[in-house]
């Protein structure tokens, strides 16, 4: 199972990436593995401002739908406009071309609440 070291995790299988003020947020490798094969990604929230937890859209599978929720409050300033055409790319490459959304953080203190890589590798292996 893959888990970059670079990035910080949340217990619902999102990541983030921080790049200054803004970051980068998917689906980590652990729950693309889970859902199976991706068939269809909706996410409508560009633009807006959500809270820490809140759903900023849905991932479909073969098996099932998930909701994906923000690690950090912040405004939807980017949608991976690759996933409308080809959302299977989070299967191939869930830590790349397969990021959902960039967000603006608005509470940048939140990030010393997720969880590190080794918390994260712990949780998914227990």
Do not use: C, R
């Amino acid at each position: 199972m893959n888990v970059p070291a670079n990035l910080k995790y949340t217990k619902d299988h999102e990541w983030i990436k921080v790049e200054g003020s803004n970051a980068v947020v998917g689906v980590t490798d652990f729950a693309q593995g889970q859902l199976g094969d991706v068939v269809f990604i909706e996410i409508e929230t560009q633009g807006e401002t959500l809270d820490k937890e809140e759903v900023f859209g849905t991932i479909e599978a073969v098996k099932t739908v998930s909701d994906m929720f923000m690690p950090v409050s912040g405004e939807i300033i980017e949608v991976n406009s690759k996933l409308a055409d080809t959302p299977d790319v989070v299967n191939k490459d869930p830590y790349g071309d397969g990021w959902m959304v960039k967000i603006k953080l608005t509470n940048p203190a939140q990030l010393n609440e997720l969880l590190t890589p080794e918390q994260y590798k712990e949780l998914i292996n227990a």
